[in-house]
């Protein structure tokens, strides 16, 4: 187990917790957390025993985005990245392996998500939030444009007139306006989240994963496609479920009328 910094790795029962431990900043990204996180997220990819993913933050934030003494450091350096290399080489990779990670990702949003945090958490394939979560698009605040997957990811959720207002006025989204626009599956109070999060993914822990992960490599993929297009990925996608044993099973059980014990095969 490598020996992370800025993160906390744990795995039990079938599911990896990453949570972003830096909370004196609010679990503000540096270069390593970034690092970190993709590394992480590769290694709960990689373990065959993970069957769900949850991402977290510690202290009273899920992230406040881009750690920006950080930025403002690597100023002076004439060796630095340029933001646009800074993305291309970090949080894009993080981003891309959030999605491509044929399992599922349960965003626990403990607090604000702000920034690149905001981004992190609406790359996840569900969010359940405290009733202490907000969601801010703060960039423009240092005159910035949404980036890692903001852009992309907003417009979906909560549509473009929405995710512009948000983006231009970096207004602070609570967690039940958010459940109203759709940009969290469910609110639990503070004391909960955690707990309830457990629940969800033990649950997912148990799932067919294959057929997740399926059902999320259809769901990346859609937003670009033709109604032809898609139920022609649907029929090939079905094709790879149907040889799963996990099918097999879930179809034995229903017919022998007993619960199903999918393996994640
Ligand atoms: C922080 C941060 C932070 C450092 C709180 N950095 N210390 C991508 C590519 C490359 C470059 C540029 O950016 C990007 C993407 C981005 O993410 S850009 C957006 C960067 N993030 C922000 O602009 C958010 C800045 N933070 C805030 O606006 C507030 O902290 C929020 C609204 C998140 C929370 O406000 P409060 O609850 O009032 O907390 P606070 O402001 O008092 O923060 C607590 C501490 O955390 C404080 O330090 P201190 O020593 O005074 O206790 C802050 O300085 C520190 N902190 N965010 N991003």
Known sequence: MPDYQTILYEVADGVATITLNRPEV???FNDQMIAET????????????????VLTGAGRAFSSGQDLAEVKARRGDPQAPSLGEHLRTGYNPLILKMRT???PIIGAINGVAAGAGCSVALACDLRLASDQASFIEVFVNVGLIPDSGSTWFLPRLVGTAKAFEM???????KAEEALALGLVNRVVPAGELMAATRELALALAKAPTRAIGLTKRALNRVWTMTLEEALE?????????????DHEEGVTAFLEKRPPQFTGK
């Open 167 to 173: 983006a231009a006025t970096a207004q602070r989204v």
């Open 101 to 103: 990670l044929e399992k």
């Open 26 to 28: 609010l679990n503000a």
């Open 233 to 245: 990925y649907e029929a090939f996608l079905q094709e790879i479920a149907s040889r799963t044993h």
């Open 38 to 53: 993709t590394a992480a997220l590769k290694a709960a990819e990689r373990d065959e025993s993970v069957r769900c993913i």
